[in-house]
């Protein structure tokens, strides 16, 4: 099964038609983030829109379609960004790279509940 395969399947999976309330799990936007780890490890290569690690961070918007699943989100890359806290930088500028909002900007001191 392709990645792109991989992020439809994720998205209908987690759509208010098949679910009363759908969380995000840690997990899931690691595995997503997990294809943009040599830029955030390395810092390099850049992110291209329609690279792999922008279709990923494209798939986390659209996971981002509920209040709770925008905070969910923020929680687990503000966790992502304590655990790699060398490269927090890189995880904050990814979807700027890909061109891509995922309803929120992330930042040292964002408060994850005040997503709405």
Known sequence: MSYVE???????LVSPKWQVKAE????????????CSAFITFGTPDPLPGSPCCDAM????HLG????????????????????????????TLPGYCGVSLGFIVEPNIDCSMIS
């Open 24 to 35: 995000i799990d840690c997990p899931t936007v690691t595995q997503l983030l997990s294809t």
């Open 58 to 61: 494209v798939g986390l918007s």
């Open 6 to 12: 991989i992020c439809i399947l994720l998205i209908v």
């Open 65 to 92: 379609d509920s209040t709770e699943n925008r905070q969910s989100i923020c929680k687990c890359i503000m966790g992502l960004i304590d655990t790699y806290d060398p490269n927090s930088t890189a995880i904050a």
